[in-house]
């Protein structure tokens, strides 16, 4: 599986972002795919994830600011970004886990800055 991501960039604080992911490669059904990020010398969070039913899963942090969407179709997930703070800063990994195997993207920054 491979993932392509993109969207990422600067923003000042209040504003939005989307990102995008598109997975490839061999795919399986009822993976979940979506959204984590990571700043320097912090574990990797959750952020958002999405099942193929869609069944969603949000980080506490991001709650009613992001919003996750899937188009099964295209193999894509979008994550929506809303009232970005300047905590929201980080790298943002696309995943796509199956079973117990788990794939991430490159990571695309987000910089939330006035």
């Known amino acids: 599986v491979q993932l392509q991501a993109s969207g990422g960039g600067s923003v000042q604080p209040g504003g939005s972002l989307t990102l995008s992911c598109v997975a490839s490669?061999?795919?399986?059904?009822?993976?979940?795919m979506g959204w984590y990020r990571q700043t320097p010398g912090s574990v990797r969070e959750l952020v958002a994830v999405?099942?193929?039913?869609?069944?969603?899963n949000y980080g506490e942090p991001v709650k009613g600011r992001f919003s996750i969407s899937r188009d099964i179709a295209k193999n894509t997930v979008t994550l929506t970004m809303n009232s970005l703070k300047r905590e929201d800063t980080a790298v943002y990994y696309c995943?796509?886990?199956?079973?117990?195997?788990?794939?991430w993207g490159q990571g695309t920054l987000v910089t939330v800055s006035s």
């Open positions: 995943s796509y886990v199956f079973s117990a195997e788990v794939f």
């Open positions: 490669g061999r795919l399986y059904s009822d993976a979940v």
């Open positions: 999405m099942s193929e039913s869609g069944n969603t």
